[in-house]
């Protein structure tokens, strides 16, 4: 069997859990997400321990077992704690910083890049506009825009411009090696 989809998921206090068909809700001191699992996965609650099963072990219920399990247990896990990335801005006159909701970057063009938060995403801009913070309850809208964010301006290996995940480590290069 699967290790992660035969992992029992508890739920925190404060914590509901609804499961209608193949819609499971989860609410939360943070929020509610909703979630449509595969007809064929079954989820049952049981004294506060959620588990996943599967009818077979056929190669596609295999791989939707942990799948199902990991999607509930990180709605679980965000309506309760919440989800979040950190950004960093390097580089000669590059900034971020907040217009209202809006999140502003200045990262070398001739113009603003504005991100509209979607959903229930909140940004934070600190260290005077060099780290950016994507929070939410949602892991894969989170993951989502701070990728959007970093593509605005990858890190480039010469000079280490660009836009990092924190703790993303970067190759640099030398350049070239006539230059003196």
Sequence with gaps: MSRIGRAPISLPKG???DLVGSSV???GPKGTLTQNVHPSMSVEMDNGVLTVLRPSDSRDHRSLHGLTRALINNMVVGVSD???KTLRVEGVGYRASMDGAIL???VGYSHPVR???EGELVFEVEDRGKTIK???IDKQLVGEYAARIRKTRPPE???GKGIWYDGEHIRRKAGKAGKV
Excluded: M
């Design 15 to 17: 914590v509901n859990i």
């Design 25 to 27: 809700t989860v609410k």
């Design 104 to 106: 502003e970057l200045q």
């Design 134 to 136: 994507v929070s939410g």
């Design 115 to 117: 991100f509209d938060p």
């Design 82 to 84: 919440g989800f979040s």
């Design 157 to 159: 290996p010469y000079k």
